[in-house]
């Protein structure tokens, strides 16, 4: 979810020239197999009202990376599994996802080297898409060592497809962009798809974990992970995952990543159009030994003070996810202790992280601390997420509109503040099953 205003403006303006163009690439091959000490997967989900953002992320780490990025026949790799659009907003246009291999020759040159060509129309944020290209990378890039930064939009916990309904819990309604329905109704979907609002139509369109679009005859649709889902696509061991993605930053999204990945960085806000800073991306995670992902997280934070206005927003953190576990018993303590207090929670008094009505993430320290626990408990929580976050950093202000008092690192939702739905949904997320705080 980033926001309009500067997707439109990004229209205006042609892609820069890469000195690698990601839209010529060199003849398809498999490279040869062989052991790596350290590989970074970029995996860029980008068929969607981004798609130049991203590409220019991309481009930013080849024209202006301030390391050397990986030489031929060396022993990192950064591989970058790509997809974009023909042309903003133009969902109707099959076009191929890509895995390439960047490095440079012995002659200093930057090659891009296409390792798999996807069919045309294949979907990233699928699980069939996602396990084709990082199965792909697993075989032909084999490590101990793998790290992936995950980009495209994104709303932490939420269902997919949650912001295409709209009205009671009783009757929902589903809209996308051709097609409008009651739930008496059938939809006219492409399988696994579903409803998709525009940017133009909001500037803060919720997705889930990633998010793709398609335009059909019936509509225009995404496809777009369950949270839960999301880990099974991952088949190797990550070192660390950075969510350059909106609204990840939630204790749900690290718990139910906590097995895939020892550390994981990710904003429980808005996140710019832009994304996180990505001509260091290399220097940080594959020339220093071991990889420094926390740098990209304080990176990320330090690139956005000299901005204005909405650019210059910025939550980030960095989570040990191996503490993770302690601080759900904790939790699960003061969950069930402070039942009451928090059913009966002023959600305007506790910090939020969403604009609009998107009343889904909350500060979690700032909701135990509205529902008034004790000092002794206070000093337990305490103990046990200061374990968990190793970093966090946040600008006063996010899009230059919610106001930023206090951030401990991660969001949470807030039961008394969503609806039937959601709380049922909830249920099914490993936070909860670890705290129960929806029952």
């Known amino acids: 979810m980033k926001r309009f205003a500067e997707i439109i403006a990004s229209l205006l303006v042609l892609f820069a020239a890469a000195s690698c163009d990601l839209a010529v690439f060199g003849p398809e091959h498999s490279p040869t197999v062989k052991d790596y000490d350290r590989v ?63 490095f440079r020759d012995f002659d200093g040159k930057v090659v891009c080297d296409t390792v798999l060509t996807m069919e045309a129309g294949t979907i990233l944020t699928t699980k069939k898409g996602a396990e084709t290209a990082l199965g792909f990378i697993q075989e032909h890039f084999p490590s101990q060592h793998y790290g992936m930064i995950f980009s495209s939009h994104g709303t932490g916990w939420l269902p997919r497809g949650y912001y295409g ?37 909001d500037d803060m369109p919720v997705k889930s974990l990633g ?28 070192d660390y995952l950075l ?10 999204v690290a718990y139910e990543f906590r097995h895939i990945t020892d550390y994981i960085g990710f904003s429980a806000a808005e ?23 926390q740098a990209v997280c304080e990176e ?9 206005g909405s650019a210059k927003t910025a939550v980030i953190s960095y989570i040990d996810c191996s503490k993770l576990e302690a601080l759900g018993k904790v939790c699960l ?16 008094r506790v910090q939020k992280f969403y604009r ?10 700032d909701i135990l601390k509205n529902a008034g626990i004790s000092y002794e408990d206070s000093k337990r929580f305490e103990a046990a997420l200061n374990d968990c976050v190793l970093y966090e950093a946040h600008t006063p202000r996010v899009m230059n509109s919610v106001e930023i008092k206090t951030h401990c690192g991660f969001s949470m939702f807030l039961p008394c503040h969503g609806n039937n739905e959601l709380r049922e949904f909830y249920k099914k997320l490993a936070w909860n099953e670890a705290t129960a705080l929806v029952k």
């Open 271 to 293: 996140i710019p159009a832009e994304g996180f800073y990505y001509p260091g991306m290399v220097s940080h995670l594959l020339q220093p030994s071991p990889a420094d992902p």
């Open 211 to 238: 998010n793709e679009v398609v335009q059909t005859t019936s509509g225009t649709w995404a496809y777009e992970f369950e949270i839960y889902d999301f880990p099974n696509c991952v088949p190797m061991h990550l």
């Open 356 to 365: 609009h009505n998107q009343h889904y993430f909350y500060d979690l320290r």
């Open 333 to 348: 303590d003061l969950f069930e202790k402070y039942r009451d207090e928090i059913a009966s929670i002023n959600p305007t």
């Open 243 to 252: 969510m350059d993605a909106c609204l990840m930053g939630g204790i749900e």
């Open 40 to 102: 970074l997967i970029l995996y860029s989900a980008g068929y969607n009202s981004i798609s130049s953002y991203l590409k220019g992320d991309i481009d930013e780490i080849i024209q202006l990376s301030n390391a050397p990025l990986p030489l031929k026949g060396g022993r990192k790799a950064l591989v970058v599994v790509t997809h974009s659009t023909t042309r903003a907003f133009d969902y109707s246009t099959p076009t191929s996802p890509y895995v390439i291999n960047i």
């Open 165 to 201: 309904k709209t009205g009671t819990d009783e009757e929902l309604i589903w809209t996308s962009a051709g097609a409008h329905t009651a739930k008496e109704d059938t939809i006219d979907a492409p399988e696994g798809a579903v409803p998709y609002i525009e940017p133009y139509q």
């Open 300 to 308: 990320f934070y330090n690139s956005v003070q000299n901005r204005s």
